[in-house]
């Protein structure tokens, strides 16, 4: 564990999981002075503000930024971090925590709160989708629909992100894609396609089951252009990563992914919806260049 007399900086998004965030505050700042952890509260009022926090917290004397929110918030505190010395702890407080989970960190919520405040620091992976920067995973495709539905509809849990899942399924289509993945260039009809650095999407789906957080690769999963009745039976597929060896599947670990459509193609990173007419996409990844609070992983699976 870390030096609990490290001083730290809690940044709390008010708007996460419907308020859920904020709603914990006070529980999250009593667990905190009890374990003796110093530190200041910050609530962010913009995306921007947080990013300018993160990437501040240094030169303001923080060892540590904790991230109360859910995945769009660790995503702008990060983008402030990357190439730092400064440790990212997370205190899940949003509406489907994906990055959280990939951290391996278990328990109640003092236990979290004693991980995200003093637990030992690992080095990590970044992704980028062009220029923006990027730390669970991005979604094309029908993945991309999915979150925008989300995004739109008020309130949290699994009923509101079914009913995202409903909306997108009854507008569903597949992409005339062409993919570069690393060296091997393949095209075809994509309904969907998801880069992960982490293990889990969606509110814990495990999309690409396979993946850790610091081996230096990204891993791939494409679904083929499928009929809409059977996109949902396949989406529980997904849900508990029985779907590896399906026939309209492919599997892929790579370090760098170009991705170009005929037409714009729907995209989101780590949960927000991301804005490119243009149908074409570089993906990369840069290894080990973010300071994590998280639990020691084993070995990749081969």
């Known amino acids: 564990m870390s030096n609990t007399n490290e001083k730290t900086l809690i940044i709390v998004n008010p708007v996460s999981g419907n308020g859920k965030a904020i709603d914990m505050l006070p529980e999250t700042d009593n667990l905190l002075t009890r374990l003796g952890i110093k530190f200041d509260i910050q609530i962010s009022e913009s995306s921007s503000q947080a990013t300018l926090l993160a990437s501040s917290a240094a030169s303001l004397g923080y060892a540590r930024v904790i991230a109360l929110g ?34 391996g960190i278990e328990g109640d919520l003092a236990q979290i709160c004693k991980e995200a405040a003093s637990g030992d620091a690992k080095l990590i992976d970044v992704g980028f989708l062009n220029d923006q920067p990027f730390f669970g995973n991005i979604g094309f495709g029908f993945a991309a629909e999915v979150t925008r539905e989300a995004n739109r509809i008020p309130g949290s849990g699994r009923f509101a992100y079914y009913k995202a899942i409903y909306k997108a399924w009854k507008n569903y289509a597949a992409y005339e894609s062409s993919l570069r993945i690393d060296n091997l260039e393949i095209k075809l009809a994509a309904s969907m396609i998801v880069v992960s ?9 495990r999309i690409t089951p396979q993946a850790v957080i ?10 083929e252009k499928v009929k809409r009745s059977r996109l949902l039976p396949l989406l529980s597929k997904f849900s508990r990563g029985d779907h590896l060896r399906l026939p309209e599947i492919r599997m892929y670990r790579c370090r760098q992914l170009e991705i170009s459509s ?24 840069e290894p080990s260049i973010l300071r994590v609070a998280a639990r020691s992983e084993s070995a990749h699976e081969t």
Not at 214 to 223: I, Q, R, S, T, Y
Not at 268 to 285: L, V
Request: aromatic residues 10%; hydrophobic residues 40%; proline residues 3%.
């Open 197 to 205: 650095i982490g293990k889990f999407s969606t509110g814990g789906w």
């Open 262 to 285: 005929a037409k714009a193609l729907p995209a989101h990173y780590d949960g927000e919806s991301y804005q490119n007419d243009s149908g074409r996409f570089m993906i990369k990844i």
């Open 214 to 223: 610091d081996d230096g690769k990204f891993d791939v999963c494409v679904m």
């Open 70 to 103: 859910g995945d769009g918030t660790v995503n702008r505190l990060a983008a402030g971090l990357i190439n730092s010395n400064v440790i990212l702890g997370v205190i899940p407080g949003g509406r489907n925590n994906d990055f959280f989970r990939s951290l």
